[in-house]
């Protein structure tokens, strides 16, 4: 498992699984821009998207998908000095009120459609303003139990927080002598 910086001023990072060659975080966007990885999951999941959405179109899906996921990367990607992912990422957890060590944490957009951004990014928060992202799915039911894609996004999450609970990865410290020692940046 490696680290790669996403922003130059380091608040945003993905994990780059060893059975990938790219990170998490450019291997989900490449899929949300796919036209035919998009239409071949849309189809699986009509029922999904017809009984929590109302959408009977794959094809709106789809555009609705490509368009949302471009307004998404960039806010994640917004390298101005003033911008803050505090604001795109909340808890996990609707039911958490608190911080915790290594948060997971959500982040969707603002679709600009009749319904809410089925878009989701996961990530761990390192400390404030700063985010690990672990992966990402399309979110078409209430909660992640109930689909294997958002399912294995939650084990994601808790492989990666645990293997930084074990290498002493507890906030931006820990992460930049883990980087340092380890990864060898």
């Known amino acids: 498992m490696e680290f790669v910086k996403l922003l130059g001023d380091g608040r945003l990072w993905a994990v780059k699984y060893e059975e990938d ?28 998207l017809r009984s929590y959405f109302r959408i009977t179109d794959v094809y709106q899906a789809v555009m609705e998908t490509i368009d949302d996921a471009k307004r998404l990367e960039c806010l994640m990607l917004d390298i101005t000095p003033d911008a803050n992912l505090d604001l795109l990422f909340k808890h996990l ?43 990402g799915a399309i979110k078409l039911t209430a909660t992640m139990e109930e689909r294997i894609h958002t399912l294995a996004e939650l084990a994601k999450m808790e492989r990666v927080r645990n293997y930084m609970l074990d290498n002493g990865v507890y906030d931006l410290d820990g992460l930049n002598d883990y980087i340092e020692n380890e990864q060898g940046n």
Not at 24 to 39: E, H, S, T, V
Not at 113 to 133: E, F, N, P
């Open 93 to 135: 957890e609707n039911s958490r009120f608190s911080e915790m060590t290594l948060g997971r944490e959500k982040a969707y957009g603002d679709s600009g459609y009749r319904h809410q951004s089925w878009l989701r990014i996961y990530a761990i928060k390192i400390d404030s303003g700063v985010y690990l992202v672990t992966g």
């Open 21 to 48: 060659a790219d990170n998490c975080f450019d291997k989900l966007f490449a899929r949300w821009y796919d036209m035919d990885w998009l239409l071949s999951f849309f189809k699986e999941n009509l029922s999904d």
